[in-house]
């Protein structure tokens, strides 16, 4: 970890001066945000302002126009390896492998964090989220809310990442899948992991989140 020149350590998560140009429309200009342990931001906006595409940067899937995304104080591009283990993405594609069971999916996932990937494990994930009956079912045949569920259920390993971006996570969820990812969310925060998120619907997020809200795009 690198050491600012005042002797603090950085903000784990820091971007600086960030500007998105997609086609003809700027959707955002020096942009400077911070996300610290413990710490969950709420990324707000209309339709068009760039919440998507902030994450996609913020999660290093998308190059911003300029400025800069770093973790733990160094450039994201140069510490890939170091912040690819410890991110978590889930976008507007649930990112789950449809050749899988939904059991094989969430075993996956914790052995790619080096967690507990055995059985036991991820049928504790799959009855937290509702999904225990489905764990030997092929992904591919799951409901649109069924899937985000399994999504969402790689997040309650034995060794959750530290930081999580989440795209609409509440998507085609009921309510009691709703309350329970409340839950999670709320949990990942108390043992300092940190996340940002966008979120359309009336959700009540934990006391603790901080809002960022973007402003409508304009033209470049």
């Given amino acids: ?8 350590a950085p903000a784990a998560l820091q971007a600086s001066g960030l500007e998105c140009v997609r086609g003809e ?23 068009g302002a760039g919440k998507t595409s902030l994450l996609r940067i913020l999660a290093g ?13 160094q450039e994201i591009a140069s510490a890939r390896e170091e912040f690819g283990s410890e991110l978590a993405f889930v976008g507007h594609l649930n990112g789950i492998k449809e050749e899988l069971t939904v059991l094989e999916n969430v075993c996956f996932e914790a052995a790619t964090r080096g967690g ?32 985000r569920r399994v999504a969402l259920a790689r997040l309650c390993g034995t060794a959750p990442a530290r930081l ?4 609409e996570p509440f998507n085609a969820l ?7 990812l409340h839950d999670i969310i709320a949990e990942q925060m108390a043992r300092g992991g940190m996340i940002v998120l ?10 603790a989140t901080r809002r960022l809200e973007l402003a409508q795009s304009a033209p470049a």
């Fill in 1 to 8: 970890m690198t050491i600012d020149a005042d002797g603090q």
């Fill in 25 to 47: 429309r700027r959707l955002f200009d020096k942009l400077n945000l911070t996300v610290e342990p413990g710490q969950c931001l709420h990324v707000a906006g209309a339709n």
């Fill in 61 to 73: 899937l998308l190059l911003p126009t300029s400025g800069s995304v770093r973790w733990r104080g």
């Fill in 116 to 147: 507990d990937d055995s059985e036991q494990a991820a049928l504790r994930a799959l009855e937290r989220l509702g999904l225990r009956p489905y764990a030997d079912r092929f992904a591919r045949h799951l409901s649109q809310g069924q899937k």
């Fill in 164 to 167: 999580w971006i989440l795209d």
């Fill in 174 to 180: 009921d309510t009691a899948a709703i309350a329970t």
């Fill in 198 to 207: 966008t979120v359309h619907q009336q959700i009540e997020l934990p006391a």
